[in-house]
């Protein structure tokens, strides 16, 4: 009988690597514990966003730059949960089968843990600039009795940012090298 080239080998697993396969649905409730978390953060925004327009005409330009700030934040740490949610059960867990929907994100499209990992770092450090932006912002009164920064407090929070944006670098570069390291010599 001649073998069809569509047949696909079905490989029966034992029981061992069948266990150990299906353990990954063991992260489902971990993504929907963060699918609640991200109702939070919408629920967050709503609040700060109330609170900005209601107090809008009795704040000053500065209070309105940090509350917008903190929206932003919120955003941006709402994008990173996206990412980890989605781009994380992809990876790990089951096929989303979006292939061809309209609204698939663009980047899902050739996600991996390695995609996934430079992008997070990419995602916390705007989290960190933000941080940082609204403390140099808000930094009046630097080392003031009732000031919430200290100089020790402000130069840890740049070093820790420094110390994300070389992380991210090293994690792109690594990256890099192991995909130049895939590739066929020549290409």
Do not use: C
């Amino acid at each position: 009988m001649p073998h069809d080239s569509h047949d696909v080998p079905s490989t029966k697993l034992g029981p061992l690597p069948t266990l150990i396969f299906a353990s990954r649905w063991l992260q489902l409730p971990l993504y929907l514990g963060l699918i609640v978390a991200q109702g939070v953060y919408v629920f967050l925004f709503m609040k700060e966003l109330w609170h900005l327009v209601h107090d809008a005409t009795g704040l000053t330009e500065q209070k309105i730059m940090l509350a917008v700030l903190g929206l932003i934040d919120v955003v941006m740490i709402s994008n990173l949960l996206v990412m980890v949610i989605v781009g994380g059960y992809e990876t790990f867990v089951s096929r989303l089968g979006l292939q061809g929907h309209p609204d698939q994100p663009e980047w899902l499209s050739h996600v991996n843990a390695s995609v996934l990992k430079v992008k997070l770092a990419m995602a916390i450090i705007g989290i960190s600039s933000i941080h940082l932006l609204k403390t140099f912002i808000d930094i009046s009164n630097l080392g003031a009795e009732g000031s919430k920064f200290t100089e020790a407090g402000v130069l840890w929070q740049t070093i820790i940012h420094m110390v994300f944006i070389l992380s991210a670098i090293g994690i792109a570069w690594t990256d890099k090298l192991m995909s130049q390291a895939g590739k066929p010599k020549g290409h």
